[in-house]
């Protein structure tokens, strides 16, 4: 029997780390064929150059595409999208997969959605079912509406998928393969050391990993769109009056992420910002042990909440950008004011590591996924559930 081709879809920085896990099990696995596409910001430097981790990691796509309009606007994002529906069809229709795996909720996904159903190729789907702020909420929601195969990282999740009409034998709650990253990352018992300022190339002074730092990871939201400086600007303000040592990871491509990076520059230049060391982009394990040894961690990424769950890291999340995600005891919730987030910030660090908690899975989902992708059966043609 011929094995069953698996094409996942890597279009963002997030999205490798949220499916490596089942990349490697899809590709381990003695039924399953491994097919990759690489593209959107994966492709691009100013977001880190995502391609060059995913070849590191043994992976070698079997396509690339390019999609991202520049600007960081509404306008360029709704474009952008259109060029990805233009350009996977073609892809898709070269590679002949059984199935395609979409990750998570960015726009990109959209595209990716839309272009294998079109297709008639079955759609396989990560972490739905969540609940957030911005675009992401309705993206994630039409995916799941588009999709024949859901993963969701956790029961809830996997409820509200149900209650929006899909067949509850295509809801397989595995957990999210991002934990896994983060158990094996965690059972490792490397060192970071400070040759990573050197290594992965980034902006400032670098300083001893084993003092006091924050780790700094802050996103535009899409539906505030226009305001991402001034929100980006508190931010920095308490950064500054913290002086603290302070890593900070550029922002994703998302609508408004010029403003942010507008921001950050204009305040490097009217202010002494030796205590701030900025990244493109980190590998995950390395992104992981800056959260295992961090004083807090401060921003809008779903990583203070999802791996920091699981780490037990002190956050302070800022904005309406992780509004309802299911949450652990880790997070203190703020707005977009200065004052707020550096009292939230001195009551983590007081505070202290806190205890993990499974919230989003024990750190198997890779496994998981491939072995029912192996084995389950797809019908092509979907019906609301009632």
């Known amino acids: 029997m011929a094995k069953r081709k698996i094409c996942v879809v890597v279009a963002n920085r997030a999205n490798y780390s949220s499916i490596k896990s089942a990349m490697r099990a899809i ?16 492709l691009l430097d100013r977001y880190g150059l995502a391609i060059d981790l995913i070849r590191e990691d043994g992976f070698t796509p079997d396509a690339t595409f390019h999609m991202i309009i520049e600007g960081e606007t509404p306008s360029t994002m709704a474009k952008s999208t259109g060029l990805g529906l233009l350009e996977l069809p073609t892809l898709l229709e070269g590679l002949k997969p059984d199935v395609v795996l979409a990750v998570g909720d960015r726009f990109e996904v959209i595209a990716i959605a839309i272009a294998a159903v079109f297709m008639n190729i079955p759609l396989a789907h990560t972490m739905g079912g969540e609940v957030t702020g911005t675009i992401d909420e309705s993206v994630r929601h039409a995916v799941t509406k588009l999709a024949h195969i859901h993963f969701p ?6 409820e509200r998928i149900i209650k929006m009409g899909e067949d509850p034998a295509t809801v397989h709650v595995v957990g999210c393969p991002r934990i896994d990253l983060i158990r094996e990352t965690l059972e490792d018992s490397a060192e970071l050391g400070e040759d990573i300022f050197a290594t992965f190339k980034g902006v400032g002074d670098s300083f001893k990993l084993d003092s006091d730092f924050v780790l700094v990871s802050q996103h535009p939201v899409t539906t505030e769109y226009g305001q991402a400086r001034r929100q980006i600007e508190e ?13 900070m990871i550029w922002p994703n491509v998302d609508a408004g992420s010029e403003d942010i990076a507008k921001g950050i520059r204009t305040f490097r230049e009217h202010n002494e910002c030796t205590y701030l060391h900025m990244f493109k982009n980190l590998p995950i394990n390395v992104y992981v042990r800056l959260m295992n040894k961090c004083a807090c961690i401060i921003g809008n990424s779903s990583s203070a909440i999802r791996e920091g769950a699981y780490i037990g890291v002190p956050a302070v999340n800022i904005g309406t950008r992780q509004n309802a995600r299911q949450r652990g005891a880790n997070v203190i919730d703020v707005g977009h004011n ?5 009292e939230a910030v001195r009551r983590q660090m007081d505070h202290g590591k806190y205890k993990s908690e499974n919230i989003y899975g ?6 998981r996924i491939a072995d029912i992708l192996a084995s389950c059966q797809v019908r092509i043609q979907k019906q609301i559930m009632y």
């Open 362 to 367: 024990d750190g198997n989902a890779g496994k």
């Open 235 to 247: 931010t920095l303000h308490a950064l500054n009056e913290l002086q603290m040592h302070t890593i």
């Open 338 to 342: 200065r004052g707020e987030i550096i």
């Open 153 to 158: 990282a956790n029961v809830a999740s996997g």
């Open 27 to 42: 590709d381990a696995h003695p039924d399953l064929e491994l097919q990759v596409i690489a593209g959107a910001s994966v």
